[in-house]
């Protein structure tokens, strides 16, 4: 995938569900993984000819793996001329040393997720960008489906109140193989995920059970994204499709 239609998506995401206005701060949340460094990449091209001018920066939420190595991102920020700020955190040793937790995945990213978003308010950012892109919300749906017994999927803005800050997700239409597209195309620095339980989780099971479903019945995952699209869920803002 091109920039060009990196950005076309994204602005596409960005003005339908309005995740900026005029003066925004956005941090963008980057593990070093090929979803944010492509999200970094999008939004700060977006800034350049975006109508509504914002200020982006990076955050990186050091886990406290031993084998982390944050260089190539900031190599990256600092060549897109974007501000990056490593926030440290002892999250791995809680997890899997003192509480050595069997499933980690959901508490990691509820504590992850925490020391971001403090993080970002305390730079003086209103709002946050996460990488998710058009497979994540698939698969959430589905996991949602399969072990909660509901239609539901995150939304593409979502305010949290109790910290006043904004949570948006500009790459909601940008599907997994462009990423790795444009990871490929662009030679990004792409950091080893040092997580123990990487690939042993409930979104990896339902990720190759969408692979498999979509190989025995082509389109069903483009069929499941339109869905969670129409499907009115609980707490989505309104669409407001782009004139062309």
Request: overall charge positive.
């Given at each position: ?7 076309s998506?994204t ?30 990449y999008?939004l ?71 020391a ?127 004139r062309?």
């Amino acid at each position: 995938m091109k920039l060009q239609q990196l950005l076309s998506l994204t602005r596409k995401a960005v003005d339908e569900y309005q995740m900026i206005e005029e003066g925004d701060q956005i941090a963008v949340g980057v593990s070093g993984g090929k979803d944010s460094l492509t999200l970094l990449y999008a939004l700060h091209g977006l800034k350049r000819f975006y109508p509504k001018s914002f200020l982006l920066r990076a955050v990186t939420v050091d886990l406290g793996f031993q084998e982390s190595d944050f260089e190539e991102i900031a190599k990256v920020c600092d060549t897109l001329g974007v501000p990056y700020t490593v926030v440290r955190t002892e999250i791995a040793r809680i997890i899997f040393q003192e509480r050595k937790e069997e499933n980690p995945c959901s508490l990691c990213a509820k504590m992850r997720k925490g020391a971001l978003n403090q993080a970002v308010k305390e730079l003086g950012c209103n709002k946050v960008a996460y990488a998710h892109h058009r497979d994540d919300l698939v698969e959430t749906m589905l996991l949602s489906l399969i072990y909660e017994g509901r239609f539901h999927c995150f939304s593409p803005r979502t305010y949290l109140d109790r910290m006043d800050l904004t949570v948006i997700r500009p790459m909601m239409f940008v599907s997994e193989a462009d990423v790795i597209g444009f990871k490929n195309r662009y030679e990004l620095p792409i950091q080893k995920n040092p997580c123990p339980a990487d690939g042993y989780t409930k979104r990896q099971y339902a990720k190759e059970l969408l692979a498999s479903l979509n190989q025995r019945d082509p389109g069903v995952k483009d069929r499941m994204f339109s869905a969670i699209l129409n499907g009115n869920i609980s707490g989505w803002p309104e669409r407001v499709p782009r004139r062309r």
